[in-house]
Every structure is written in C-alpha cells, then in structure tokens.
C-alpha cells in the first residue's frame, strides 16, 4: 500500500466525490498531532510504527469544512511486508543482506558423545574451529597420543561445566568423544572478529587448495580473502606461516628439500628423455653444491628460436637464500624462451663454469654460433672466455648506463648526469663509427675527457656499440629479457630449491603450451608483433624513390637523404638491415621496386612456423605417486649459505633498548631483522 491507495480508499469508504477536499492527521509518542499530506508522510508512518512498537495507527481523516467525519485505522500487522526500515532508508543507511561464510559449519563440528573422529589431529583440528565459531575459550586439561580433555577456559573463575573428554580407539585408530557437556554457565559467549584459537594451523587447512593452484598469493591476499571467505581477520604473520605449511605439505621441509632433488633428477631423465639434470653434491660431507636443469623439449624448441642467449643471476628468497642462474632465449614475438636453470650458493666464478660447461653441451650439437647478453655479474666474465670464447657477448646497456654514472657522484648535479647520458646514448646506438666518433666527441665534451676515457677503455667497444659489432644483434642493447623471466619467477624464488624448480617447470609446462595452441591460430606469415612491425615499416618506405643501379643494387632517395641498398647480400648503408636482421624501410622500398616479395628477406625465426616448431615439444609431466618407492635414498644436507659480500651496516639504527627484539623466522635468533632481511650463516649440521 503507498500513499495513492490511502486516499482511493478513503474516497471511495466515505463516498467522497472529486471535488471534496480533505486532510488526514494520526498521533505517535513522540507527537499528538502529525499531518498526512504525502507519500514521504506516509513513509514515516511505518517507521513511527517501528520504531515505537505500534501495533496500529489511528488516522483521522478531516474535511476541509472543519467537521469530522469518520475515522479509519490502518493495522501494522496486515503491513508486515511494507514496515521495514530498510525500504525506506537511503542504501548507506540500510542493512546489507547477511552474508554466509564457510566458517558457519564449523559451529556443529562437535555435536554429541559418541562422535567419531579420523584421528586425534583431526578431532584437535575441528575443535579449534568448533571454539572459533561458538565464540568460546578452552584450555587442554589432559593432551596426550591417546586421551583428550578439554575444558572452558573461564571454569576456575565462572566455574562453567562445558567439557569434552576423548580417546583414541586403539582397534582402528580413531578418536572418539566419550563424554561431551555442550552447555556455558560462564558469562556470555561472543564470536569476536579474530580469535586466539585461529592460528596458521587452521588458516593453513582452509587455504591449502588455493595455495596450491597459486603459489605467488602473498600474505596480504590471503589475509583478504580469508576475511572475504571466512568472516575472521588474521594477522600477516599468521598468514605467511599458513602459507609456508602449505608449501611444506606439498614438497616437505626446506631442509628436506634437497634431498628430493635426487628424486626429481631420476624423474625428468625418465619422463622427458633427453633432458640434461646434473646434480653435484660434495661427496666427503654430503651437502648439496648445485643442479642444473635444462628439459629436452625446450633444448630442441630453441633451435628455431633466435640465436641469442641471455644469461643473469637472481637471488633466492628461501630460507637458506642461494641463487639461480638462467639462459633464457627469445621467440620471433619478442617474449622469452626458457632454455637452462641452475641452483647454487652465490654468484661465483666456480658456479658460473658449471653452468656455461652444461649449457655449451647443450649447444654445441645445435651448431649455430649464439650471441650472448648480460650484465658482466660476478665471476660471469672471466668464466665466460674460458668456455665460450668467440662467441659474441654483448654487455647490457642500462647496467653500463648506471656504472657511467656512478662515475659523477658527488661530481655534477642532476642535469649535468642527465646531459652525460643522453649524450652516452648517442654513443652506444650510433650505427656507423664516423657517427660514433662524432657522438663520442660530444660526450667528451660533457662529460669530461679523463672520465669518459677512462670508462671507455674499462669495456670493449665491439661489446656495446653498434657501430664495432660484427654480426647480427636482433636489436639488443639490454638483458631485459633475463630481467622479465626473474620477474616472471619471482614467486617460486621464494621456495626451497625441489619446490622452485618443479613450480618453474609447471609454469613452463602451462606456458609453452598455451603458446602452442595460441600460435595455429595465427593466419599471418610472420608472427603478430613482426607483422606489424613489418606493416609499420611498409608505410614509412612509401616515401622513398628507388633508382636501379646494377644487378640487386639501388639508390633509395627522399627529399633529403640517400641509401645504398644490396638486396642480393642483404646490406644497406643504414646499417640497421645488418644490426636488426630485420628489413629497414629503405630494403623494403628497393625489394618492391624490384617486384619481389618482401617476405622472402624476412629471417627465418620471425616466421609464425618457426614460432610454432618453438613449442611443439611441449615439457612432459612428472607422476610422484610412487616417490616414496623410488631407488634413491641420498639424504643431502642443504648449502651453507655464506654472510653476503657486501660491507656490513656502520651507520648507527637503534640502541637494542630502543627498538623490540624480534625472532627471526631463518636464523631462529632474536635481533632486529626478519626471515627476508636475514644475512646470519646458516652452517647447522641436521
């Protein structure tokens, strides 16, 4: 009923005509006399109603004239639908519709003596949630392997009967309640919005499956979703440790990680024939050195992938730390191309032979001759002529971009840096030596002749310029792409070493697989990114004129420019056709001028075939369902992780009175640090 069929049915009980004219009024507690004129009158008669209790108003319904003629009354109950406060109120002001939780079950997990359980963990475990959900307290009177006795944690002060007693069946190994009083005579029970009782034991239960699915969820997710979810808060703390419960359900300790490295060496040599896994364990003392790991399907995928390599080291985040060297190449679409994988102490000399020694076994039998990027890490140099020497090695330009301007601090100010190294930029893509010469000029002049000497006798020149690289360099000047794949693991770094190479290799395994069912559905010769750019190229091309000079030989002309263009040995006086092995738009003009197809002098590896061969040897899965019967019992002790090679800390940060002791969840000592900041030597035998 709205306020439109109060006044028809008034009109129409006391026969009023059109032109009778008339008032309604009703009286509350709050007020005698309160007019009826409007539908929002109307609406605060309900409320009035509900507010005060009122099984019906009175209305009076008035005659303009003065008199009185009747009354009518309209009853709440028969409105029952309408007197909610709810329909009224603006929505900030309403009451949401109550939400279920999945923790609402928890409150029947314990309902009577006689319950049984499959296990005294699982009894402990739902009694946890069973106390979470009720609201209440409860402290372990007896807890042993074989009897359970729980009371209410306020019996000594309230003196409250609730109590469980249980045991353990020793026939079938189950726990059963043999007497339970569900009934509080403390004072009141209620369900807060975190809970003592709600540790990352029971967190841990609850997030198990989502955790595994995604092992990258960071403590502030899962605190979100478990409110979202459950209905409780829980700390970061306990969040992080629920999720290192998950990750050692799955894959063990990070202790006993090591040892499975054994398991998981046999187990890809098995299922991905081919594969290359060595695993070096110091035999006098057992512990772990390092592995390397490089899976056959990507070893044979790479051979039509370009022939470039990027190698760099990224720091583990486990408990005890390491790091993880990687080759990682690049596809005709610009993205990257896992090849090699290697986990070991530190960035060392000894570390990085290893890995290059492996990686050129792999290499070798491929006979292309592969350019190398990086950014000159420690011990990377010195192992990398002993084992690839020839071979060309290109230095990051951005690394080197950065140690140019170390050279200035405390030298110059802002601008002057900023003007340094945009003149360096100049230097390091010049195309041509007379233009490098040039730049070079410029850059002395900025930046001070000594200096730039200096700097530019410490690094080769065929290493990072243009203009001295003698072969074909895909447009790489940085290791950006090594940067994307440690980024791209970023979450698995933070596992122990079995669980971060088996998780890289799941997201491999996902990876090149959606590529290879992307990819058959391409229709373009080239892959999408080199089609376009290849269009992009097409169009700025339309500007120039060719003239014929000999055979496959041409002059390209704009209105300002010239280009010598040799088709036949693919050359142009650009430079960029040689340095991109990619067609400049000047080569596009002469091909087209000579009526050929344009694709015909498109490298290979951009083709959208090549692409495909790339990822059609998709990674194998591992089975670990008869792990535990496996062949291989080496038990290996973790690495001794090292203080790191950095100068110590002088500056003073807080007296220890000062700032609160904290425990460390890696070095287990107190002190001021965390698991994540953590630099302690990790040398325990176990």
């Excluded at 189950?174 to 005579?185: E, K």
Aim: some cysteine.
């Amino acid at each position: 009923m709205n306020y439109s069929d109060l006044i028809q049915s008034i009109r129409k009980r006391f026969k009023f005509s059109s032109n009778d004219s008339f008032h309604l009024e009703y009286s509350s507690p709050a007020c005698s006399s309160v007019y009826l004129d409007n539908e929002s009158d109307f609406k605060m008669l309900f409320c009035c109603a509900k507010i005060y209790h009122m099984d019906n108003v009175l209305v009076t319904v008035v005659k303009d004239v003065g008199k009185s003629c009747s009354s009518t009354s309209v009853v709440v109950d028969d409105c029952a639908e309408i007197i909610d406060e709810n329909d009224y109120l603006g929505d900030a002001f309403k009451d949401g519709p109550q939400k279920f939780f999945l923790s609402d079950e928890w409150g029947s997990y314990l309902s009577h003596a006689g319950q049984k359980f499959e296990s005294i963990a699982d009894f402990r475990d739902k009694l946890r949630k069973f106390a979470v959900q009720s609201g209440f307290h409860y402290v372990l009177s007896r807890n042993d392997s074989i009897y359970v006795n729980v009371v209410c944690a306020n019996r000594d002060v309230d003196h409250c009967g609730w109590e469980v007693l249980g045991s353990v069946a020793s026939i079938n190994q189950c726990f059963y309640i043999t007497r339970f009083n569900n009934v509080h005579t403390c004072r009141g029970m209620i369900r807060n919005r975190s809970h003592r009782q709600l540790g990352s034991k029971i967190v841990r239960t609850c997030i198990e499956s989502t955790v595994c699915l995604n092992l990258g969820l960071k403590p502030r997710e899962i605190m979100s979703n478990f409110k979202s979810t459950y209905g409780y808060e829980i700390s970061y703390k306990v969040a992080s440790r629920a999720k290192k419960r998950c990750v050692e359900k799955m894959y063990g300790s990070e202790c006993d990680s090591f040892s499975m490295l054994s398991w998981f060496r046999e187990a890809v040599l098995e299922t991905n024939p081919g594969s290359s896994v060595v695993l070096e364990v110091d035999e006098s003392t057992e512990r772990f050195k390092r592995v390397f790991v490089s899976y056959a399907d990507q070893i044979q995928g790479f051979k039509f992938s370009l022939p470039v390599l990027y190698v760099d080291g990224a720091f583990g985040k486990s408990k005890y730390k390491g790091q993880i060297l990687a080759a990682t190449g690049r596809n005709g679409n610009k993205g990257f191309f896992p090849l090699a994988l290697c986990f070991c102490d530190s960035e060392t000399e000894e570390n990085w032979l290893f890995f290059f020694k492996n990686l050129k076994a792999l290499l070798e039998p491929q006979g292309r001759i592969i350019t190398f990027i990086s950014d000159r890490g420690v011990g990377l140099l010195k192992a990398f002529d002993l084992i690839f020497a020839g071979n060309p090695h290109l230095y990051c330009y951005h690394h080197l971009r950065y140690n140019l301007s170390r050279k200035y601090k405390n030298k110059g100010g802002e601008i002057v840096v900023a003007d340094v190294l945009q003149k360096f930029f100049k230097v390091a893509y010049a195309s041509t030596e007379k233009s490098f010469y040039f730049h070079l000029k410029n850059l002395r002049d900025e930046g001070g002749a000594a200096t730039i000497d200096e700097f530019i006798r410490e690094i080769p020149l065929e290493h990072w310029c243009r203009a001295f690289f003698k072969g074909c360099r895909y447009e790489i000047m940085a290791n950006g792409i090594a940067e994307s794949f440690n980024n791209w693991i970023v979450a698995e770094r933070s596992l122990p070493p079995f669980a971060m190479l088996d998780q890289t290799r799941i997201k491999e395994m996902k990876m090149m697989s959606e590529r290879s069912v992307e990819s058959k559905s391409w229709t373009t010769k080239l892959t999408p990114k080199m089609e376009k750019r290849l269009k992009e190229q097409l169009d700025r091309s339309r500007v120039f004129r060719v003239i014929a000079s000999h055979e496959n030989v041409y002059e390209v002309r704009n209105d300002k420019y010239s280009y010598s263009v040799d088709i036949s040995t693919r050359t142009c006086s650009c430079v960029k056709w040689q340095i991109n092995c990619f067609t400049c738009a000047h080569a596009l003009a002469a091909i087209q001028g000579a009526r050929l197809d344009v694709y015909d002098f498109i490298d290979p590896y951009f083709t959208a075939e090549y692409y495909m061969m790339c990822y059609s040897f998709p990674i194998a899965p591992l089975s670990n369902v008869d792990a535990s019967c496996s062949s291989t019992e080496d038990f290996i002790l973790p690495l001794v992780t090292k203080r790191p090679a950095v100068r110590p800390k002088s500056k003073r940060i807080a007296s220890a009175g000062e700032k609160k002791l904290i425990r460390c969840g890696r070095c287990n000592k107190m002190g001021h640090h965390n698991k994540k900041s953590c630099t302690e030597p990790l040398n325990m035998l176990l």
